[in-house]
């Protein structure tokens, strides 16, 4: 699920614009708006409200309108200093390497793909192996999809098809985690039209999942609530489709959209109620798998009831759901990373600043190119540092520095 963090009150969004414009001190922003350092620390703790004579000066001085500092949407946080690699996106413009041989075998490169979602799903060096091995296999299947596009094996062009549809989904979740929204946005729709080509109703429906997705790392209101649609009529198509256990699993993972479609949008009455009404008997009836790499089961709704939880900014109820799920057995390690990230974000709402650090070293050492990459880790260290006391400054400072913060 994605981890976007809430909106931001009034004194988060203070901070936000000191750092971003300028990153001045407390006690200078303070003193040319003709407050204490003191008073200004407990308006961005969330411990007092300015007036409005007071907001006035502060937006004056941030530069920005006082709106901003009242509005409710969210802020754009700043992105994490990574990109795809540019071999992969060069591959997905069609620049891979030229062909002396026919392409390969529909069975090889369904190891293949697989291999890699394997990789991707599991490896605590992720991005840096899907690097090295994703331009080549990209190159390969699209080759066999134009080479069997005109062929006289039909089931050989349908498995070909499968496998670039699996292999796009695939590079959605790669594109998207490395900031590349637009390719991840581009390979989102290649699935989709490969799985529509192969006639393949549960591989649409899931790379519909996949798109959703795209759409949900989006901050326009308009996006998210797209995610939603696109999620729920793939629901609708799906259930013309015979059921089985792979196909009741996939729609249990599309209702989780429309899930984090709700909460994203501050609808939590409605988050709620779709997670237990729908998501809930879906998983209970699927169990615990990974169809089409969703990761979806009992598990991973549990992790969605405490993400709606941290994204209302209930952080006690967020850490009493998250007390009772156990990730050990989670096939995916970036669930279990958003999971511990989602956790760590409560622990900071409530400024229990000791298991906060905790779990930032944890998920370091589980996913360390997650983190490296992830916006809200960047944003749960930076206020650590702000007001973390000495007996934890010294490991706070060092987090600080292997994101490249300081």
């Given at each position: 699920?994605?981890?976007t963090p ?6 988060r969004?203070?901070k ?10 407390v ?9 204490t ?83 991707w ?47 796009y989904g ?10 590349r ?16 080509d ?17 759409l949900?790392?989006h ?13 729920l ?6 259930r ?51 169809a089409?790499?969703?990761v ?5 709704v ?7 939880e ?32 989602e956790?760590?974000r409560?622990h900071?709402?409530?400024?229990e ?28 260290v ?5 007001r973390?006391r ?15 913060l300081v």
């Amino acid at each position: 699920m994605t981890s976007t963090p809430p909106s931001l009150p009034i004194g988060r969004r203070i901070k936000h614009y000191r750092r971003a414009n300028g990153n001045r001190s407390v006690a200078v922003v303070a003193g040319l708006c003709g407050i204490t350092e003191r008073y200004l620390r407990l308006i961005e703790a969330g411990e007092k409200t300015p007036s409005a004579e007071v907001l006035t000066r502060l937006a004056a001085e941030l530069g920005v309108p006082v709106a901003a500092l009242l509005t409710e949407d969210p802020i754009e946080e700043p992105a994490a200093p990574h990109t795809a690699a540019p071999e992969v996106a060069r591959a997905l413009m069609g620049h891979g390497p030229a062909y002396n041989t026919g392409p390969g075998h529909p069975a090889q490169l369904r190891e293949r793909v697989e291999q890699a979602w394997q990789i991707w799903q599991v490896s605590k060096d992720r991005f840096t192996e899907a690097a090295q091995i994703l331009p080549s296999l990209i190159a390969d299947v699209e080759y066999a999809v134009r080479a069997h596009r005109h062929g006289s094996d039909p089931a050989a062009r349908r498995e070909v098809l499968r496998v670039a549809a699996d292999l796009y989904g695939l590079l959605r979740s790669y594109c998207r985690r490395t900031g590349r929204l637009d390719l991840s946005l581009m390979v989102a729709d290649r699935a989709l039209r490969a799985a529509e080509d192969a006639d393949d109703p549960v591989r649409i429906a899931a790379a519909s999942w996949n798109l959703g997705h795209v759409l949900l790392s989006h901050s326009e209101p308009s996006a998210v609530e797209e995610a939603r649609e696109v999620a729920l009529l793939a629901v609708e198509q799906l259930r013309r489709a015979p059921v089985t256990a792979e196909s009741r699993a996939v729609e249990g993972a599309l209702e989780l959209v429309a899930v984090v479609s709700d909460a994203r949008r501050r609808n939590w009455w409605e988050a709620r109620r779709r997670l237990e009404q729908r998501a809930v008997p879906l998983a209970q009836r699927a169990g615990e798998g990974n169809a089409h790499w969703t990761v979806f089961g009992p598990t991973n709704v549990a992790l969605h009831a405490m993400s709606i939880e941290m994204l209302a900014g209930e952080a006690t109820s967020g850490l009493r759901v998250a007390d009772q799920v156990d990730t050990s057995r989670l096939p995916s390690r970036e669930r279990q990373f958003t999971f511990g990230l989602e956790v760590a974000r409560c622990h900071d709402l409530r400024r229990e600043d000791a298991a906060v650090l905790v779990h930032l070293l944890g998920l370091e050492d589980l996913a360390p190119e997650d983190f490296a990459r992830s916006s809200l880790a960047r944003d749960i260290v930076l206020g650590l540092q702000k007001r973390v006391r000495p007996t934890f400054r010294r490991q706070v400072t060092g987090l600080a520095e292997r994101l490249q913060l300081v």
